[in-house]
């Protein structure tokens, strides 16, 4: 983390750990980025690959009404992704578990699943939201295969999002 700090900019400070999930951990800087180091080089991969596609296309803000963290900068050695910090809902975030270029084979059974525990998670109306989004990414052959609201963040339900 330091490493890349040093590299990138030496007045930039680490403000606090925001957390950890199983494809690694972030940090918020004093410049109001985001800092995600990743434990696997697939999961780094997906997440910077996804971002230099989407700015391809031009979408560097938002999709759909969905705002999008831009990146900022990253390190293919030290697997280190910055992004901006995302403050308004709705969003979405991490970008380690998709396909790119690779629509995933499942069964009906497990789209029956996955379309029965986004209901429960989001909601109906919400979760015909996210199915949009996931749509306007797939028009990209960006395959997003971890849609969770710790992920894609609505305005009612940021409140009790731990920051």
Known sequence: MHQYLSLVDKSVKLKRYLGAGTDGAVWESDRGTAIKVFETPIGYANERDTYLRLAEFGVTNSLNEFWIPQMRGYDDD??????????????????????????????????????????????????????????????????YLDPRPHNIVFADQKASKAP
């Open 78 to 143: 030290l697997q280190i992704v910055e992004m901006d910090l995302m403050q308004d809902a709705p969003f979405i975030i991490d970008f380690a578990k998709v396909r790119i270029d690779r629509p995933p084979d499942f069964s009906a059974d497990v789209f029956d699943y996955h379309d029965k525990r986004g209901r429960e998670q989001f909601g109906e109306e919400n979760w015909r939201a996210v199915q949009r989004l996931m749509s306007a990414l797939e028009s990209f052959q960006i395959y």
